[in-house]
């Protein structure tokens, strides 16, 4: 397992972008797939998106046409950039990490979470 750090939430209008940072405490993060994760108010952590170590990507449908997911393995960073931000997206986010992950959705790390408020 890895410690990861996620930043970048925040209180944001509707229409509004962030970006979100995740990485790893003294480890390479390029050979880690990593995935971000949300979960809202009373309901259940959902996938948003997902970054492999080969560096394909997938991104939850409802997210795809505002959301991106990139990686810099030279800073040792994940991103999620998330623009025209909905009130709906409104939750805690997580980064999850899996060395050499082969799978979009099972990580063995995870990381505090980031809350990320979108006000309308």
């Known amino acids: 397992q890895v410690q990861l750090v996620e930043s970048g939430g925040g209180l944001v209008q509707a229409g509004g972008s962030l970006r979100l940072s995740c990485t790893a405490s003294?480890?390479?993060?390029?050979?880690?797939?990593v995935g971000w994760f949300r979960q809202a108010p009373g309901k259940e952590r959902e996938f948003v998106a997902a970054?492999?170590?080969?560096?394909?990507?997938r991104l939850r449908d409802s997210v795809k046409d505002r959301f991106t997911i990139s990686r810099d393995d030279a800073k040792n960073l994940v991103y999620l950039q998330m623009n025209s931000l909905k009130p709906e997206d409104t939750a805690v986010y997580y980064c999850?990490?899996?060395?050499?992950?082969?799978?979009?959705?099972?990580?063995?790390?995870w990381g505090q979470g980031t809350q990320v408020i979108v006000s309308s």
């Open positions: 970054i492999k170590w080969t560096d394909s990507r």
């Open positions: 999850a990490a899996q060395l050499y992950g082969n799978t979009w959705y099972n990580y063995d790390s």
């Open positions: 003294g480890r390479s993060f390029s050979i880690y797939s």
